[in-house]
């Protein structure tokens, strides 16, 4: 029967497979609701329901506010907001994390939903939920550390501001269509003559209100201490709930008086929101638009590259949020991944449009004191209640309060202060930041996430094709004549590079040991060679060979070792001191005492100080006396 080349059968592998799926830890790993179950208890419920109560509190006014923001009617924002918690409970890992609609989930849902089309968005949650969930099983969650920091800066900092002069229009209470930065300011200077002034002081009062309620929670008067007496513990966290449930505070009482007003209504208001739950439904395959068919192909084709961009969003944002509130711990990143997936696809039956995590109302979560994922379950219900009886007051929101709401939560998502620590610690990478960011303002989203991308893959080409170099001389200890050269190359030998450390290696043999010294070729950085490679120092070799001068590896692993003998048998390869000390002796070919002397200096390369590497394992312990070291350069 066959076998797997350790003794066991294949259908003896299969019975393990099975037996290790259906195991306990698999079941703990996959569900973690049937871990940490185990040890709930009172303490844990209330600080789940306290926490879960103040998140609905914040997620409800931001979910009508996110609609907008996603061009659909404000229903489909709660709609979105529940049942990710409701799944998340079961098959997320963090404590923390709330999943629901969020400001760069909603412009990007706008941007391949044709328009603001619902069916659009809920087949667009659905097919992200099914690749999200793929690339779990996969475990394709290493696709997304290709994203570097600055490009993630550059995205998220320059969809605040995309984001931000999106609701200009609703704040100046005016009507115009328009699509990215530059449309929408061009077209707001056009009309400001028309400015409602109701909306606009209502908007800025709004971003005022909110503003100084953030900070409340944040003053040392309101901050709990050990002494404090029940009475003053009550107060306290009565003023912290009012900070962190501004939002809802907010769009309350701005509801309230513009239904006092109903009669000659000076703002512009929501209007009537559809009453009541969705419908569990399957999510639509095909859709007509204004007479218009689209059959599921034809939504295919206008959703585009939507289908990859808005998945890796997804993840990026969950992860990155799990992550910074992970306290240390390490993330299971293919199970949030699963856990995000499947929050999408049953998300899509009850009509939602694609969500992710929430940095914002995660934050508000952690600081309100929820010990377990059961919290969300408040937040959802929460949300159930609101769809099934207060939809009908919905509609006299003013839509300047809720872009104040909006606004007030997407300026703090502009990260500048990235900017200056990016530059300290490597400068290149402004290249990246600015490239995304400039590219994600004046063009397009997910565009600037490609360039940023791109940018980054070609600057970790470059460096790859052309590694930094250190050049030692050796010398002599009885005269200033060279013992040898030592050339070591600082990162692995691939075919990129070869061309490069060829020439620099010859550069340095010609130059710095005078065509005469050996040359030793520090291998430790090399973790593997291509055949490109192998073929390239066999060249080396033989270039040495016609000028006959020594050429010496040392300090090769075993896989470097066979791709080099693989196409030269006879390459020169130093495993002991003694190997080193013997072959450096005897490698003056050509010359009947020594070399010509020659004095340390640059040879076309760029300098590092620090950086030279001055000793060489193969010299330690040997009984020959140390040599005198001089530095050259790195390049």
Known sequence: MPSNGRGESISQLAQKKVRRFFSIDTLYKRVPVTRWMQDYNLESLEGDVMAGFTVGLTVIPQAIAYAGVAGLDPNYGLYSSFMGCFVYVFFG????????????????THEYSYAGSADFAILLCFLSGLIIFASGICNLGFLVTFISKPVIVGFTSAAAITIASSQLESLFGLKFDSEGLIDTLTQLFKNIGDTRWPDITLGVSCMV????????????AVKPQQHDTTGTRVWKKLVFLMSVGRNAIVVIVAGIIAASLNKDQPFTITGEIQPGLPNFVVPPFHTTINGTYFSFSDMMSEVGIGLAIIPLISILESIAIASAFSGGK??????????????????????????????????????????????????????????????????????????????????????????????????IDQLTLWGTFLTCLFWKLEYGILVGVGINLG?????????KINVDIVMKEESDEPRYVKVAPRSGLFFPSVDHVRTQVTKTAITAANGRAPVVVDCSHFSGIDFTASKGM???????????????????????ERGLRALNEQVTIAKTPEELASTVTNGYLGSSGGGVGISAGRVGLTPESGDNDVTNPLLQGTNQSRPTIVPVSAD
Do not use: H
């Open 93 to 108: 890992t963090s404590k923390d994390i709330t999943i629901g609609p969020t400001a760069i989930m909603s412009i990007m």
């Open 459 to 467: 600057i970790l080409l470059y460096n790859s094709a052309r590694p």
């Open 209 to 220: 209100v909110l503003l100084l309620m953030r900070k409340l929670k944040d003053l040392k």
């Open 538 to 560: 066999k060249a080396l070799c033989t270039d040495f060979e016609r000028r006959q001068q020594g050429l010496v590896f040392t300090n090769i692993t075993p896989g470097v």
């Open 330 to 427: 390490t993330i299971d990143a293919t199970q949030e991944m699963l856990a995000l997936g499947l929050c999408n696809i049953m998300g899509s039956f009850v009509q939602s449009y694609p969500v992710t995590g929430s940095f914002s109302r995660t934050a508000v979560n952690s600081t309100s004191g929820v010990k377990t994922p059961a919290g969300a379950i408040i937040t959802g219900f929460l949300v159930v209640l609101a769809l099934a009886f207060l939809t009908p007051y919905f509609k006299y929101i003013p839509k300047a309060s809720l872009s104040a709401v909006i606004i007030c939560a997407v300026i703090f998502m502009v990260e500048y202060e990235y900017v200056l620590p990016i530059w300290r610690v490597r400068r």
